[in-house]
């Protein structure tokens, strides 16, 4: 059975990656490349369909030349 | 092998959750009974040996009282 997608936390990082992603100008490929991670990873979180670990977070808002904090900060502004 | 900690993510996590959870003069116990996790569960969190995933940060950060933007705000006062 799919577990009941937790929307809030995943919608709201999903907002603000693609957001952050697109002012970059870069795809989804590119910022996984950056990240260190596979492109499909990154669709899935985009897609709110993964329950991404801290480690990865940190990660992406690597990749997108900003802060964990800031990532999330820039979601709630959304 | 005990993998790696990757510290920044992980550390921000937990010192800004132990700091909001003293502010709120509640254990760890009782911050996981209202996050609905397991009491070691938190502790992980809070020692960083955890890659806690958005689900349970969200659930955390509502179990403090406030967003997860704030909480790595605050986190990132430290």
Aim: charged share 30%.
């Amino acid at each position: 059975m799919l577990r009941p997608v937790n929307a809030t936390g995943r919608q709201l990082l999903a907002a603000a990656m693609r957001r952050e992603r697109e002012a970059l100008q870069i795809s989804q490929e590119a910022l996984a490349h950056r990240a260190g991670l596979h492109r499909t990873y990154v669709s899935q979180v985009e897609r709110c369909t993964r329950n991404v670990g801290i480690d990865n977070i940190e990660r992406i808002a690597g990749a997108l030349d900003i802060s964990i904090a800031e990532l999330f900060d820039r979601a709630a502004d959304e």
